[in-house]
């Protein structure tokens, strides 16, 4: 994400004031950051996952322009929510093959800096990060924003507003509840 054009910032406020030429301009260099995050969410997914990285963005962008009532802060906060989008149009593909087939859950591979296990459900992933932001907002946001958006400490602590050290705390304790929730019977 460091990589990204500073100008990105500058258009989302042109965007946000209903410029039509800045979600055009927009388009082009949020592409590739977009088709990125897609492919790393992909890489987590099953093999088989019937989903193409293209058609991912292409989901995601459509219910980003839908986005009226947000207020870009910055190009990471727009690139959170992107991210955001494509872990609920996956948990709602993994949900409607799971309800269609009525066999086994879909998995999700899961980095070991997350957890130890190989792979663990969507759908379970999906409960234990809902149960984690009831009992703690920033952490799960923390993991969201780290795991599924594959921020560095550094960037989750710019768009959190929060010192780099204090992610890396928020960091670990989130990991560390996530594997407990995960692996109770």
Do not use: C
Request: charged share 30%; aromatic share 6%.
């Amino acid at each position: 994400m460091q990589n990204i054009d500073p100008n990105i910032t500058a258009l989302l406020a042109d965007w946000q004031k209903g410029d039509q030429k800045a979600v055009n301009q927009l388009i082009p260099l949020v592409e590739e950051e977009l088709r990125r995050l897609a492919r790393q969410y992909l890489r987590k997914e099953m093999p088989n996952h019937a989903l193409q990285a293209t058609e991912l963005v292409n989901e995601a962008y459509l219910r980003l322009v839908d986005q009226d009532r947000t207020t870009w802060k910055n190009r990471a906060h727009f690139f959170g929510i992107a991210a955001q989008m494509m872990r609920r149009i996956l948990l709602d593909h993994a949900r409607n093959r799971q309800a269609a087939k009525r066999g086994p859950e879909i998995k999700l591979s899961l980095n070991e800096e997350i957890m130890a296990q190989p792979e663990v459900n969507m759908v379970a992933l999906d409960e234990a990060l809902k149960e984690l932001s009831r009992i703690d907002p920033r952490q799960a946001r923390i993991v969201e924003l780290r795991f599924f958006v594959g921020m560095n400490i550094e960037e989750a602590a710019e768009v959190l507003q929060l010192s780099s050290s204090t992610i890396k705390r928020e960091w670990r304790m989130a990991k560390a509840w996530l594997y407990r929730y995960l692996n109770q019977d």
